[in-house]
């Protein structure tokens, strides 16, 4: 074959849905973006915006950083990816934070998507030389949190990314296509307070991620993809019953900021006269056209704002785009963890929806999370019946938290 096309290697990526089963899906570029490279955030059904202050609060909440306990900290994360498919597809991330003092951090980190060896042969016979290539995906994120309150921080993120997926060949320029993007995030966390039968302290958190112009690899608007800008919110409590035992509960949302495709179908307004039920002297053909070029017309910036309000099904349609997630985490003696979680996204727009359980282990400076996610949908999860690990390292000095 002369080349792998941006597509069919996406479709490494996506759950073999059936087409018909899905009303107006939104997909957009570089999404490993939004794959939680993490095992604890993992085991919480991909939660992190508003969890307790770790090493992994880059991808899901920088602002958590003002609150870490330790010093400095240090991770490094494996994820396998289809392996049902193949057995070098993996996502990894290395992610390292430091505390410049009491109220403020920064932090670093890399996240690499592999698509393992690809053979390529230029006709059908199994005779002729191969030619391997290693398609991939990267970003290198930097972040700067601060504390605003004793009980409230923000914080900023800029990332690059870089996609090379395609193949070159004589006709083919197989340049990388690159992206930048920024996150703007904060963070609440209250000080322990003193119930009837226990103590316990709330955190919520938010964060705006993503925003930056689209990617593209052929330099036109038509090639041009979203990235895969969302907003996060979710919120946190722990119960802490003894010095020993405490249980944390959590409830996150996530809405991609990033508008509706018109999908297959829709009415297009041809004559102009704002009846869309008489599209005038157009076929559906001509409409599905036109109103996917008017789409890829739209720029990130604009459609941020679009998002929340396009959706051709309306206020309904909008809702099922904010996918959520459910989960809790038990902690004994903050050295054993046992972690479960629920993540539903709508039939219509994805049907992503598993549940998951994860562990952690922590021997004085070194931490080891796993996680585990069951699907619990008709479509297939590429992360299905996978096994996810994190190793921690934190050092330094400590910080009181009240």
């Known amino acids: 074959m002369k080349k792998i096309s941006l597509l069919l290697i996406c479709l490494l990526i996506t759950t073999f849905a059936k087409a018909q089963d899905i009303e107006r899906p939104i997909t957009t570029g570089v999404p490993f973006l939004l794959v939680a490279a993490d095992a604890r955030a993992a085991g919480l059904a991909d939660q992190g915006v508003a969890t307790s202050s770790d090493v992994f609060s880059q991808q899901w909440n920088p602002a958590k950083y003002a609150f870490a306990e330790d010093a400095q900290g240090l991770s490094i994360s494996y994820t396998p990816y289809l392996t049902d498919l193949a057995n070098d597809i993996s996502l990894g991330q290395v992610t390292y934070y430091n505390k410049i003092n009491e109220r403020s951090a920064f932090a670093g980190s890399f996240r690499y998507f592999g698509f393992g060896g690809i053979e390529l042969r230029q006709t059908g016979d199994p005779n002729e030389p191969t030619r391997e290539v290693n398609p991939n995906e990267l970003a290198i994120d930097g972040s700067y949190s601060l504390k605003l309150s004793e009980t409230f921080s923000m914080a900023v993120a800029a990332r690059f990314i870089n996609s090379n997926l395609k193949v070159a060949t004589e006709e083919i320029d197989a340049s990388a296509a690159s992206s930048f993007a920024v996150d703007v995030a904060g963070f609440y966390q209250s000080e322990e307070i003193a119930y009837s039968d226990f103590n316990g302290r709330w955190r919520a958190g938010f964060n705006i991620q993503n925003l930056g112009p689209k990617i593209s690899y052929d330099n036109d608007d038509l090639s041009a993809n979203f990235l895969p800008a969302n907003l996060r919110v979710g919120g946190w409590f722990d119960f802490i019953f003894d010095e020993y035992n405490k249980l944390a509960v959590s409830l996150e949302f996530t809405k991609l900021l990033v508008p509706t495709p018109p999908g297959p179908g829709t009415p297009y307004d041809a004559n102009g006269d704002g009846d869309f039920t008489d599209p005038g002297d157009i076929s559906q053909a001509q409409a599905d056209a036109a109103n996917y070029k008017n789409y890829k017309d739209i720029g990130w910036v604009s459609g941020i704002f679009k998002s929340f309000g396009d959706a051709p099904g309306g206020f309904s349609e909008e809702l099922k785009e904010i996918t959520y997630s459910a989960a809790a985490e038990y ?42 996610l069951f699907s619990a949908s008709k479509m297939k999860n590429p992360l299905e019946n996978t096994l996810r690990f994190s190793l921690t390292f934190n050092f330094g000095d400590k910080y009181e938290v009240y």
């Open 331 to 372: 902690m004994y003696q903050d050295a054993f963890a046992m972690r479960l979680g629920y993540y539903h996204e709508s039939p219509m727009k994805g049907a992503k929806q598993f549940f998951s359980l994860g562990a952690g282990f922590k021997y004085s400076m070194i931490k080891v999370d796993v996680s585990y």
